[in-house]
C-alpha cells in the first residue's frame, strides 16, 4: 500500500518548486501542466484498480490450484432479476455473494432474506451507491457503510464482513472508514461489464476465458442481458466440475 500524504506531500513539493522556477524564468509553464495531468492520471489510475492494493488491501482472487470459483453480483436486491438469479444458482447447485445495495436492501427485504436462506453470501455495496460516492470524506464512507450493515443485520440476523466499493474505486477516506469498520475489501479478477455490452455471448465468452481457480466474477442482478450470461457461466463450470462457492468460502480455503 501506498502512503498517500507522503506520496501528495511529495507531488505538491514539485510543484511547488516548478511554480518557483516559472517565476524565475527558469522553467516553462508546460512543466507545471504536464505534472499536474500525469499526477491526476495517476490517481485516477491507482483509484480504479482495486488489484494494486494502493489505499487498502483488496481480496480480488485467491492463489489455488482447486477447482473453486466465486460468482458475485453486484447493485441488488432486484425484485425481478434478483428471484431469477437465485432459481438459476439453485438449479445448477451453486453459492454465490450478493453485495446489495443499502437503499434496495430497504425496499426489498424478503429478497435479502431469500438469499440468505439458500445459503448464499451477502455483503456491503454502499447505501446510496450515488455517482458522486468516491468523493465522500471518511465520516460520509463511514455512514455509508453502517447504515447497510445495520440493515442487513435487522432483516437476516447475519452481520456482513464483506464490502465492495461501488463502481471499484477506493480512495483514501475510504480506506480509513475500513479501518475502522473492518470488513474485507473484495475486488474482482474478472470483470463481466455485463452493464456495458448488451450481448450475452460477447459477455459470457469474455468471462469464460479469463476462468482460472480461486477466480472471482463479477456480474449484476439488475438486469435483464444477466440471466442469460449468468446460465451459460453456470453450465461450463459445472460441464468441467468448477465448485461456485461463496467469498466467506473462497476467502478461508487453505
Ligand atoms: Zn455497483
Excluded at 492494493?53 to 460468482?71: E, M, V
Amino acid at each position: 500500500m501506498i502512503n498517500f500524504k507522503l506520496a501528495s506531500s511529495f507531488f505538491t513539493l514539485i510543484c511547488c518548486v516548478f511554480i518557483l522556477f516559472i517565476v524565475l524564468e527558469l522553467l516553462s509553464i508546460w512543466w507545471l501542466i504536464i505534472s499536474l495531468l500525469v499526477g491526476f492520471i495517476l490517481l485516477g489510475m491507482v483509484s480504479f484498480t482495486m488489484s494494486w492494493n494502493c489505499f487498502t488491501q483488496a481480496f480480488t482472487h485467491k492463489k489455488t490450484t482447486k477447482k473453486i470459483i466465486a460468482l458475485t453480483f453486484d447493485d441488488g436486491p432486484h425484485p425481478e432479476y434478483t428471484p431469477k438469479v437465485l432459481a438459476l444458482l439453485k438449479q445448477y447447485e451453486a453459492k454465490a455473494t450478493f453485495f446489495c445495495i443499502g437503499k434496495h436492501v430497504e425496499k426489498h427485504p424478503e429478497i435479502v432474506q431469500a438469499i440468505i436462506n439458500q445459503g448464499h453470501s451477502i455483503g456491503n455495496h454502499s447505501y446510496t451507491h450515488s455517482n458522486t460516492i468516491a468523493f465522500k470524506s471518511k465520516q460520509g464512507w463511514l455512514e455509508e457503510i453502517k447504515r447497510t450493515d445495520a440493515l442487513i443485520t435487522k432483516i437476516t440476523g447475519v452481520s456482513t464482513k464483506l464490502f465492495r466499493p461501488p463502481f471499484g474505486v477506493t480512495t483514501p477516506h475510504l480506506a480509513a472508514a475500513l479501518k475502522v469498520t473492518g470488513p474485507i475489501c473484495v475486488g474482482w479478477n474478472i470483470r463481466s461489464f455485463d452493464t456495458f455490452f448488451k450481448t450475452p455471448k460477447i459477455i459470457s465468452n469474455r468471462v469464460l476465458n479469463h476462468i482460472h481457480p480461486g477466480s472471482i466474477i463479477l456480474l449484476h442482478d439488475k438486469q435483464e442481458n444477466s440471466l442469460a450470461v449468468l446460465e451459460h457461466i453456470l453450465q461450463v463450470l459445472h460441464t468441467e466440475h468448477y465448485d461456485m462457492v461463496t467469498i466467506n468460502t473462497l476467502y478461508d480455503e487453505k
